[in-house]
């Protein structure tokens, strides 16, 4: 039996070593992959403050949570550094790893490695490159979701480099793609003047928290992200079979009027606008004006209050009832929009 020891030695040996291979080829695959994979930079231009653009960050990962898209990050420096598992509507899931590094000027974002789990035993390395289309397809759908949503959130998705940006040029650019957001104003004309002791920016707040409660039981869900007693800020999320519709909306509270501005609103993995060149989109822009600005000044009964000469009609409670029917079945308006749908994020 002594003979045999030597070979039982060298074969665990053995083991070991190719065990020790596989591990540096791993290290090394990745290591060389890092370097092919995909680097956006966008610079803030006067929007942020590495402060704020981290704040955002935050706020992002609030509102794109869910339960088949899981993040787990840790904020080294001004870096993060997150691991993204996206459970597939088929089988398996990817994973993602994505670097975050936030500058005074300029937000950084790495996909260092992109894996797909088909199985126990079928594990696939995604790259932007492949004879395998679907393999490009996940990568670009991975992309889409961990470094365009951000970049889209932000407002910042154009602003390719500091010098185009920082031209006359693109400054108009910018100023142009601002315009294309939506602000509206409507006057109170006498409709919300003191009520037993209130301001009227207490009476309206407290009834733009009840429209939100509506709302929220219609099937939206609104995400508060700050609030003083003369202003509003926060995210509205729908669920549809394009991806979650987003919009960030801004409530100014004034002594006479409410401004309502919408800063940003996307589809899946789109930034839309209402001058998108997809006539669905701009259709879906539209009706998201509809459903979440003038619908709430049509509770409020000051939809058609454009000047501050204006008169309300007293409808009464009756216009509050019908409101409250219109608002448990909004969503079936985003469905006729694009009825067809598409869940991978390519509208």
Known sequence: MKYFRPYYKFRFAKANIYKLAITFFLILFTSISSF????????YDGKYTQETALKKFYEFLKVYKDDKLQYNGKLEGNTIKANWKNTLLGSGYVVSNVQYTFYSDRIEIYLLLSTYYKDETNVIMLRPKSVDQQIVKLYKFEEDTHIHDVLAFMNIDKNITKETTSSPKTTTQTKSTTSEQTTETRYYNGRYDYTNGLSSKE??????KSYIDIKSKAGASFL????????????????SAQGNIVLGLDYEIGDKSLTIKLKYLTVGSQAISKKHPKEELRNLYNVAIENFILDLFKYLEIKNNTTSKQTTPATGSNANSQYVADANSFSEAFKKVNPKGNSNCTV
Request: no cysteine; hydrophobic share 35%.
């Open 224 to 239: 508060k992200l700050e609030e003083k007693p003369d202003f509003l800020s926060g995210t509205w999320t729908v669920k």
């Open 203 to 208: 009476v309206v707040l407290h009834k733009i």
């Open 36 to 43: 092919g994979q995909t680097k956006e930079i966008r610079y």
